[in-house]
């Protein structure tokens, strides 16, 4: 049995993914059926500790000595009661929203979901991992450190046992995509890096997301097998894509300099107004930025912009010409240059490439 707050709940491993946290395990002894002292073992990973039972006592640092006295062997097999201090204050929940439509593939549970304009879903975590794309509105999701503006057209990772909370400003629609631990494991030692949450760009996952959404509303046999694939693509560019952001070490002022551009990049800010949002001079932001994005600030609202227009060229009707003004650029003729500068296609091209898959 597992403990969470005031509510006990069976534990399934296949819930979970490992994840670090302090946590008490209590260990019955299989001769006598009771309960010995317990056995304090902290900052283990949680599903080490239960999911694989062979190296759940790989530490004893800080068992009682009157058990190594008396010799007792503690039975491998033996069912343990966990009390996460992490979820004390946190439940964990399944996903909410009206469901639309579900689909379960090996490794992964799809869902489109439904929620309406004013819902607040207080601060909560989820066992699993899930990538979150917006299929149209707008929501802020909250974590312990900062706060995310999360727009149509947006995909997002969300590690298992991430404390979040959920405000949606507009009717939301959104595909969810449960990840079971396993398919985490495929990606080796990539896999560390998706330990934070984090949005994940690039035209790579943009064009993969496309083809994902068509696969999941197909109703042949070949669409499960598709899916899977598509996954576990933009799992690795998950990794990749949150790995280059960088921006770990980046002080405070600099993280909201580049929230402020992910609002913003459709409108120009000017580099005097990020530096004054700062409290910087422009030169140490500019400077400061490169340092940390590995990109220009300019270079970085180019590159948003592509993403947003490969984004309505593969999901609307919009002619180029209104998508250029849209997304910032002077006119269609500049608007072509760059996207194929950044992409290798023309906008047509990729259109008609995207209308295909």
């Known amino acids: 049995m597992f403990a969470c707050g005031n509510s006990v709940r069976k534990w399934d491993s296949r819930d979970k993914h490992p994840a670090r946290i302090e946590m ?24 080490n500790a239960i999911a694989n039972p062979q190296r759940r006592y790989a530490n004893f640092s800080e068992v009682r000595s009157s058990n190594r006295e008396k010799g007792r062997a503690l039975d491998m097999n033996s069912v343990g009661s966990a009390f996460e201090k992490q979820w004390a204050t946190c ?53 312990a450190q900062h706060t995310s503006v999360c727009t149509e057209g947006e995909l997002r990772f969300l590690p298992p046992g991430e404390q979040h ?38 035209l790579a996952s943009s064009w993969l997301v496309n083809r994902m959404i068509r696969e999941f509303t197909a109703e042949d046999d070949i669409a499960p097998l598709a899916m899977e694939g598509l996954l576990l693509e933009i799992l690795a560019e998950s990794a990749r894509s949150i790995g280059e952001s960088g921006g770990s070490n980046a002080p405070g002022w600099l993280r909201r300099v580049r929230e402020a551009i992910e609002d913003t990049y459709l409108e120009a800010p000017s580099l ?17 930025f490169r340092k940390h994005y590995q990109s220009t600030i300019g270079e970085y609202i180019r590159k948003r912009r592509i993403e947003h227009a490969s984004n309505l060229l593969s999901n609307t009707e919009t002619p180029l010409s209104e998508i250029a003004l849209l997304c910032g650029f002077s006119d269609q003729s500049h608007f072509c240059a760059m996207f194929k500068t950044h992409t290798g296609l023309t906008p047509a091209k990729f259109r008609d490439l995207s209308a295909r898959v």
């Open 165 to 202: 909370q959920n405000e949606f400003r507009t009717p939301v629609r959104s595909i969810l995509v449960k990840i079971e631990p396993v398919m985490l494991d495929r990606l080796g030692d990539h896999a560390t890096v998706l330990s934070a949450p984090g949005e994940v760009t690039g």
């Open 272 to 288: 005097s107004e990020l530096g004054t949002l700062a409290g910087v001079h422009p030169v140490h932001l500019s400077r400061e």
């Open 91 to 143: 439940p964990v929940t399944e996903t909410s929203g009206d469901l639309l439509r579900h689909r379960d593939i090996a490794g992964f549970s799809l869902s489109e979901r439904l929620y309406s304009a004013g819902l607040v879903l207080s601060p909560h975590c989820h066992a699993q991992a899930y990538l979150s794309f917006v299929l149209s509105g707008e929501y802020v999701e909250k974590y």
């Open 24 to 47: 008490f395990t209590i260990f019955f002894d299989s001769q006598s059926n009771k309960m010995p002292p317990a056995c304090v073992i902290k900052n283990m990973p949680l599903c």
